[in-house]
């Protein structure tokens, strides 16, 4: 597997936060809408805002718009590259 420096360093960005963690545990059982985020992570919209752009950034996460709320989901196929980079980057080439 060829890595993207640049598009894997924003996706581990993603990982570097507690409550960006906590927002992915969130997502893990459904899409979950940001009021609903709002309530569950007890931080303010502008903060909330910020760490769901970080996180449709490093493509883990996927919004749609829908009325005037935002629903956030995991994002399927950045969490299988999130999983291939981080076997990728963790795996040992012995030379033999």
């Known amino acids: 597997m060829e890595l993207d420096t ?13 409550n960006r963690i906590k927002i992915l545990l969130l997502l893990s059982t459904e899409e979950k809408c940001a ?27 996927v919004g749609r718009k829908e009325g005037k709320w935002m629903h956030y989901s995991i ?6 590259y999130a999983l291939r980079c981080l076997q990728e980057i963790t795996k040992l080439n012995r030379i033999k």
Do not use: W, Y
């Not at 640049?6 to 507690?18: G, I, S």
């Not at 994002?75 to 299988?80: F, N, P, Q």
């Open 75 to 80: 994002s399927e196929e950045g969490a299988d």
């Open 6 to 18: 640049k598009r894997t360093a924003a996706m581990f960005k993603a990982f570097c936060d507690e």
């Open 35 to 61: 009021c609903r985020l709002l309530e569950e992570l007890n931080v303010t919209q502008p903060t909330l805002s910020h760490h769901m752009k970080i996180l449709c950034d490093s493509g883990v996460v």
